[in-house]
């Protein structure tokens, strides 16, 4: 069941109830904006991760700008997005088991549909639900450059998937999949660049070694918000997967910038609406936002325009801040707001967002309500 949103179109900000999904509409679009530009200086595709929002209208904006189409993680985000009106998706995962497969190879009827492999097993499986649903499918070999996650090593081993795949009359042979995610968290500039260089260098290899054998890569996929730069200068990766950028959320903050950059290139735009329910110490206020409002797998929140102010100790419905080091003394029913920790597993827990037009100013109102789409999509 979709709960109610928390507002209503054309009411004040102070009339949202908490705790809700808070997007900055001009911060949002200003995002949208610098990472399409990006994208076109660079002279590369842009596929933004739907994984971060879950919205087939966010899509739709991001496409709007550029985007040649979206990726996600998972068979149920990719239908929800379908059937919200986007015509190109990248599944950019592994997707095993005959239920799932089903599902995907009849998503191919209606759409544009590609997926990543890494193993010889998967690529049968593939190929025989494409072949059940008479749908073609796009593939894209996954390799490792450095996550040791999903992936199988550079150079033959993607060689041999990419034989496998072509092998199929249900199946296409795409290009590489090349996603270094640990990357994207390195926090100094000089982390981050020797990083890519390494999966440059193992990503080039094997675009060589399947040219010798015939293999164009149509696709050369990867990159995130914190590394987008490097893969899209290098000439190798020709499409990127940035997806957080949108949103911006406070462990992204903590990369420090690239180069001689005074500040990172996108804005906090996602943020949690909480309110103080608890005053029962001088010293601490008690907010109705706790691990069920925020995801706090990548640190706590911090709280907006209060740098001194420590969100911690959460419990179900529960979020402490520690009034010590301020002069600031919030009252019982004032509305704070938090900058996620991880806006996408943070996204995750809500129905809709509240874009609001005007945020941080006395005129601030709600302009649109967004349902999270694809919330709860983990098959």
């Not at 998967?122 to 749908?135: H, P």
């Not at 072509?166 to 994207?184: D, I, N, V």
């Not at 302009?367 to 999509?377: D, H, I, S, Y």
Request: one cysteine or more.
């Amino acid at each position: 069941m979709t709960t109610l949103p928390p507002a209503e179109i054309g009411s004040p900000f102070r009339n949202i109830d908490t705790p809700a999904l808070i997007v900055d509409l001009d911060a949002f679009e200003r995002n949208l904006e610098t990472m399409a530009a990006a994208a076109d200086r660079l002279g590369v595709r842009l596929r933004p991760h739907a994984k971060t929002h879950k919205s087939p209208i966010i899509a739709s904006k991001q496409i709007a700008r550029g985007a040649v189409g979206v990726c996600c993680q998972k068979v149920a985000e990719a239908e929800v997005l379908v059937a919200g009106g986007v015509t190109d998706v990248l599944v950019s995962n592994e997707v095993v088991g005959p239920f799932k497969l089903e599902r995907l190879a009849s998503l191919a009827r209606h759409a544009r549909i590609s997926v990543c492999v890494d193993h010889v097993d998967n690529v049968g499986q593939l190929a025989a639900a494409a072949e059940r649903a008479r749908s073609r499918i796009e593939v894209l070999v996954e390799i490792d450059v450095g996550g040791r996650r999903c992936g199988v090593e550079p150079g033959m081993p993607a060689l041999a998937l990419a034989r496998a795949i072509a092998a199929s009359k249900a199946l296409t042979f795409g290009g590489l999949q090349a996603y270094y995610g640990a990357a994207q968290h390195m926090r100094t500039p000089a982390e981050r660049r020797e990083a890519i260089a390494a999966a440059t260098a193992a990503t080039a290899d094997t675009i060589r070694c399947l040219a010798e054998d015939g293999f164009n890569c149509r696709t050369v996929g990867g990159a995130g918000t914190g590394t987008f730069e490097h893969e899209g200068a290098s000439r190798v990766w020709n499409e990127l997967q940035a997806g957080s950028y949108i949103f911006m959320d406070t462990d992204y903050a903590k990369n420090v910038p690239d180069g001689d950059k005074a500040a990172h290139p996108f804005e906090h735009a996602l943020f949690v609406l909480a309110t103080v329910m608890g005053r029962s110490s001088e010293m601490r206020a008690v907010l109705d936002a706790g691990h069920k409002a925020l995801s706090n797998d990548s640190g706590f929140p911090t709280v907006w325009g209060r740098p001194e102010v420590n969100y911690h100790r959460p419990s179900d419905e529960h979020g402490v801040i520690e009034l010590g080091a301020t002069s600031w003394r919030p009252v019982l029913g004032e509305k704070i707001l938090l900058i996620p920790g991880h806006c996408d597993p943070t996204v995750n827990l809500y129905d809709w967002y509240v874009g609001v037009r005007g945020f941080g100013t006395p005129e601030a109102r709600v302009e649109t309500l967004w349902p999270v789409a694809a919330r709860g999509a983990v098959t």
